[in-house]
């Protein structure tokens, strides 16, 4: 199951790394921080940096600031901060900024180029991704806690690869079964008692509807559970409902997923998708929502890419058309409602968290480079 509940291969990297080394040191060196230093030196052809009218020629980072906060402040377009980024080589970590560190506005060849200077004794940094407590993690732009548990349970896959997962093959007591019950489960692999197990469901199937290509089925969050006893068939204590188990509901090992630093950058690549499902079935979404959209790792997504979500203007007739040069039918223009982040790349869709929203947005709206 390639897709299924995994990170890609470039966090499993950039995870790896930090793991290893244990330092946020490790973490400035990670892909993810090579990647940002390859981005800001060789800045996009053709891309137009607009400064905002109200930016500061010069700001010292707080404690609490994030990168995109601090980029919203001197850019219109936050995702182009790598564009006016000045690396200092001469400084340690020159990739990530930390609360102290003054950065200043300078034009050098008639281009706005931002330089920082190194504050003293820091020990918080800034970086794009999540928001976490622990003062030597990289700061990210939203907060861990209110998206870790979207990120280890959002998952979509094929009916085959659900099928073939373990699943609960008996309740103790009833037909159904919530937080403090017992399920029996065959088929995990090696299964240690005090390991952490996720339930999950299949849930709705999901297809290009520009396509009709079928992209695999949603994977539903049932609860969570601790192996009691081990063994062929396992016994699993439910701590966390968030719906009744039944039998054949599926089982998956709980992967822990540490704080991640992402990126966010504009795809290097022309991306023209669209916004197919919202995560917990709403139809209507705001900021820091999570949506599914129908662009992925085959289409050249990946974490950190952020994307333009537009309204499609309506058809509509003009009743007070009076003359023949004037068509009766026109087309609204189209409306740019929000922007959004990539957080989980699969092989054909997306799970993205909408950062910025303007107006309403909804499942169909368009998504497009930024």
Do not use: C
């Not at 990210?140 to 990120?151: E, G, K, N, S, W």
């Not at 008996?170 to 299964?191: C, F, K, M, S, T």
């Amino acid at each position: 199951m390639k897709t299924f509940l995994r990170p890609s291969r470039s966090t499993l990297l950039a995870l790896t790394s930090t793991l290893l080394l244990g330092t946020s040191a490790a973490i400035a060196e990670s892909p993810l921080a090579i990647a940002a230093s390859a981005q800001s030196a060789t800045a996009t052809q053709g891309t137009e940096v607009v400064l905002k009218q109200d930016h500061p020629e010069s700001y010292t980072v707080v404690k609490g600031d994030t990168l995109w906060d601090i980029s919203s402040m001197f850019l219109r377009d936050p995702w182009l901060w790598p564009e006016i980024w000045y690396v200092n080589p001469q400084v340690e970590n020159p990739h990530l900024i930390y609360p102290g560190d003054l950065l200043t506005l300078v034009w050098v060849d008639g281009k706005p180029q931002i330089r920082m200077q190194r504050g003293a004794g820091n020990t918080e940094q800034l970086s794009p991704g999540v928001r976490v407590n622990n003062a030597n993690s990289p700061v990210p732009t939203v907060p861990f806690d209110r998206i870790q548990a979207f990120l280890s349970r959002a998952a979509v896959a094929s009916k085959d690869e659900y099928d073939a997962l373990p699943h609960v093959a008996a309740l103790r007591n009833a037909l159904i079964a919530g937080a403090g019950d017992e399920v029996y489960v065959r088929g995990l692999e090696d299964p240690q008692v005090g390991e952490l197990y996720r339930v999950i469901r299949l849930g709705d199937k999901l297809r290009d509807p520009e396509t009709s290509d079928y992209l695999g089925h949603e994977i539903v969050y049932v609860g969570a559970g601790t192996i009691m006893i081990a063994g062929e068939t396992s016994k699993l204590m439910l701590n966390d409902t968030t719906r009744e188990t039944v039998e054949g509901d599926r089982v998956v090992r709980v992967e822990t997923i540490p704080p991640l630093n992402y990126y966010p950058r504009g795809p290097e690549q022309e991306v023209n998708g669209q916004i197919i499902s919202v995560k917990d079935g709403v139809s209507r979404v705001g900021q820091y929502q999570m949506v599914i959209i129908n662009r992925g790792i085959e289409h050249g997504i990946e974490e950190g890419h952020v994307l333009s979500i537009w309204k499609l203007g309506k058809d509509s007739n003009d009743i007070y058309v009076r003359t023949q040069r004037i068509d009766k039918n026109f087309t609204l223009p189209d409306e740019r409602v929000g922007l959004l982040m990539v957080l989980k790349p699969e092989e054909k869709t997306s799970y993205a968290l909408v950062m910025e929203a303007q107006s309403e947005i909804r499942v169909t709206d368009r998504v497009r480079n930024p």
